[in-house]
């Protein structure tokens, strides 16, 4: 069993930053893909930025060169570093882990982007 708490959003200006965090607990070393997702109102969800455990990172092409993702083993955390802040980058932000072929997702959090 996996848990995902996601915090960090907020309501930002355009260019301006923001750093979520999900907090992980259970058993979730052995995951094949770990990461962040985003879904704006309509939108299917996508993924933002993610991780598999052979180190292999790929980001969403919007989102190169302004997000970071990074992980803080010793606080079972992961973190997404949003810079440069986009309207289009508004939705609800999941962290989602796949482990054994199912998928675990925390509750998101809001990401508004104002113009």
């Known amino acids: 069993q996996v848990q995902l708490v996601e915090s960090g959003g907020d309501l930002v200006q355009a260019g301006g930053s923001l750093r979520l965090s999900c907090a992980a607990s259970?058993?979730?070393?052995?995951?094949?893909?770990m990461g962040w997702y985003r879904q704006a109102p309509g939108k299917q969800r996508e993924l933002v930025a993610g991780?598999?455990?052979?180190?292999?990172?790929n980001y969403a092409d919007s989102v190169k060169g302004r997000f970071t993702i990074s992980r803080d083993n010793a606080k079972n955390t992961v973190y997404l570093q949003m810079n440069s802040l986009k309207p289009e980058d508004t939705g609800r932000y999941y962290c989602?882990?796949?482990?054994?072929?199912?998928?675990?997702w925390g509750q998101g959090t809001q990401v508004t982007v104002s113009s």
């Open positions: 259970g058993s979730f070393f052995n995951f094949y893909i």
């Open positions: 989602g882990l796949e482990q054994f072929s199912r998928f675990y």
């Open positions: 991780f598999t455990s052979g180190g292999s990172i």
